[in-house]
């Protein structure tokens, strides 16, 4: 049996997903959105919900800058449970070495607009008491925000409904290729546009897509309000937490609405099941309480893990899929796809309707991954 009422499909219901399909059907196109689980149950789940700002690249700053500016739009329009909260990021320095980084980052902000203010270590220990003393200081990001990330995914979904867009759910996709998606009940849904949005699962879906998992853990503790006030990372997160190959930690804790701290991060390659890797999550959380002590005499209330998926050169691949007309991409995110799913959407969706993008896209276009497979 097959349904042709659709101009896109897209498969994925995560953040990236939902993020299209609120585009696409505010663009007027007929959507429907499928995934084998409920809205955001998949890495959406497993994400800090940080809204921020990040400078690994040129390519990742345009993103991600565009795509905060976006959630900043859209905020006044989500409701409480979403849980937005700008609080701001401070990117620690331990020592004299990191708060040159600290210096190299608030110049590169600085030449593209955007606010920070240097810290030393009397201003970082000010704004966040229960930091560790003899920090050197580090890097206050005021716009950067934190969301919860599940009900943002499901608002998404919910908009895309409002504007005509359908959701199926329930039902595994088995192939999707040249304007067909075949469901693994034998259901066949037809569309001018696929798109795989699909995260870590993508390549299951789009044979050859050069993305690989990432498992990573998070652990939530019980509520101790006023403890944390901002988003806290370490400048080492940029060569621990993001490390192309070996397994990492790095201490990265976020402060919730309801009192509690989140805390992260871990990436793992390699790893296939869910379970708690408790050496990992050890090393994590010793990793948060040399930064914050007080830490180790709380509570955690819940602990679990999700898989992010990553591209050989940290970007996402969004935009059209070499060899087949039909099929788009919007995976690849790995741990920054809920700040991007609102700029990945629109310039997917410019991509396809013929909008000029706000962005250059070349950077994140597919037909890159392409070529490297070509010339390896």
Request: negative net charge.
């Amino acid at each position: 049996m097959s349904d042709d009422g659709y101009e896109v499909a897209i498969v994925g219901a995560g953040i990236v997903g939902a993020a299209c399909a609120d585009e696409f059907a505010r663009r007027g196109l007929r959507v429907i959105l499928i995934d084998r689980e409920a809205v955001g149950s998949g890495a959406t789940a497993a994400g800090m919900g940080h809204i921020v700002v990040m400078d690994d690249s040129d390519a990742q700053f345009a993103l991600t800058h565009y795509s905060q500016r976006l959630w900043q739009s859209l905020r006044p329009e989500l409701p409480e449970d979403v849980e937005y909260d700008q609080c701001g990021t401070i990117w620690v320095a331990a020592d004299e070495e990191e708060m040159a980084e600290v210096r190299r980052k608030a110049d590169y902000y600085s030449e593209r607009n955007l606010v920070t203010d240097v810290l030393d270590e009397a201003q970082l220990k000010t704004l966040e008491p229960n930091l560790r003393p003899a920090l050197a200081g580090g890097l206050l990001v005021p716009d950067d925000g934190v969301l919860y990330p599940p009900c943002a995914a499901r608002v998404l979904a919910e908009r895309a409904q409002q504007h005509g867009a359908k959701l199926q759910l329930g039902c595994a996709v088995e192939r999707m290729e040249q304007g067909c998606v075949q469901m693994s009940d034998g259901h066949e849904i037809r569309a001018e546009f696929l798109v795989n949005a699909a995260g870590a699962v993508a390549p299951a879906l789009t044979p050859g897509l050069e993305v690989k998992k990432r498992k990573g853990h998070l652990v939530i503790t019980d509520r101790y309000p006023k403890f944390l006030r901002h988003q806290l990372v370490e400048l080492g997160y940029l060569k621990n937490a993001h490390a192309v190959t070996a397994d990492s930690v790095a201490f990265n804790v976020q402060p919730r609405r309801t009192g509690q701290i989140l805390i992260g991060s871990s990436r793992q390659y390699g790893a296939e099941d869910k379970e708690v890797d408790h050496d990992i999550l050890s090393r994590m959380l010793q990793r948060s309480q040399e930064y914050m002590p007080a830490l180790g005499s709380m509570s955690a209330m819940r602990t679990w893990t999700g898989f992010r998926a990553a591209t050989p050169d940290k970007l996402p691949l969004i935009g059209p899929w070499p060899g087949d007309k039909s099929l788009f991409l919007a995976t690849g995110h790995e741990g920054l796809g809920i700040t991007t799913s609102l700029g990945t959407a629109r310039i997917l969706v410019d991509q396809i309707t013929g909008a000029q993008p706000e962005i250059p896209i070349e950077p994140y276009l597919p037909s890159r991954n392409a070529k490297e497979q070509v010339h390896a």
